[in-house]
């Protein structure tokens, strides 16, 4: 009897240590989820529980060949991309991307990008941001972005959001999943038409919400499943990891992906 292949995802991150964030956490939940992980390192953490004391980006001509040896080999179903730490790997990224425009691209920025770029110097940062904004967001499927680090993505602490969205959609962006940052807040997922109110609700206050809500999502959009139910079964999925975390070191409470509904 033929064996159902799972489908293929390929990420695009750091390796977290911990386990708490980055590629080995993606694998668990791909695995969780029925879907296949393949991983493409942009930059080595040195951290554990409770902090990052240094971060490598990893030299661009590697994670070139990285990904692409897997993208000839393996029938990818979709990308998720994150964890960048120089303009050159997003520059990677992005031709990749283009290469493969058939295959649904999710970029992630939110807490657990700012909160590590400040290793990096103020103009470096700014070259990042630019760089994912003008080469990346226009080929996306979906930008999942944490809705209260919307100033700091744009820079302007009175910025009109609806203008910002409106510029992203422009670009070429197809999706744009705005996640609450409050426990009772609503996140939005926008269109070039439309807006979706989703209810949200992550139980306490944890870094890694958008990171595993969207890896989530990239492995229900590789299942073939429309943007507004993969959403919204992303956001159950971690909400369910975040209801019972666990202490497993002197850091924050660990997401529980051992047990979840």
């Not at 999710?106 to 909160?115: C, D, E, K, S």
């Not at 602490?157 to 426990?183: F, R, W």
């Not at 997922?189 to 944890?206: C, K, M, R, V, W």
């Amino acid at each position: 009897m033929a064996i159902s292949l799972p489908e293929t995802i390929l990420f695009f991150d750091i390796f977290d240590p911990s386990g708490r964030a980055g590629l080995p956490a993606a694998a668990v939940t791909a695995n969780q989820l029925q879907c296949h992980a393949q991983g493409a390192v942009t930059a080595l953490a040195v951290q554990d529980t409770a902090m990052t004391e240094s971060i490598h980006p990893v030299d661009p001509d590697l994670l070139n060949n990285q990904a692409r040896c897997l993208l000839e080999d393996t029938h990818i179903k979709a990308i998720k991309a994150s964890g960048f730490y120089s303009t050159e790997s997003v520059s990677v990224i992005a031709q990749i991307a283009a290469d493969y425009d058939q295959v649904p691209l999710i970029v992630y920025l939110g807490q657990t990008f700012f909160n590590t770029l400040h290793l990096a110097d103020h103009e470096e940062i700014e070259d990042i941001t630019a760089s994912v904004w003008d080469l990346l967001v226009p080929l996306a499927h979906t930008l999942v972005f944490d809705h209260t680090y919307l100033n700091q993505w744009t820079g302007d602490e009175n910025g009109n959001i609806t203008d910002t969205i409106n510029s992203l959609l422009q670009k070429g962006l197809s999706h744009y999943l705005a996640l609450s940052g409050t426990k009772q807040g609503n996140s939005t997922l926008y269109d070039a038409n439309s807006s979706q109110l989703i209810e949200t609700a992550f139980p306490g206050h944890h870094p890694e919400a958008g990171d595993i809500t969207s890896t989530a999502l990239c492995c229900y959009l590789a299942k073939g499943m429309p943007v507004l139910q993969a959403t919204e079964k992303a956001i159950q999925y971690t909400h369910s990891l975040l209801e019972k975390p666990y202490s497993l070191g002197m850091g924050r409470p660990m997401p529980n992906r051992i047990h979840h509904d």
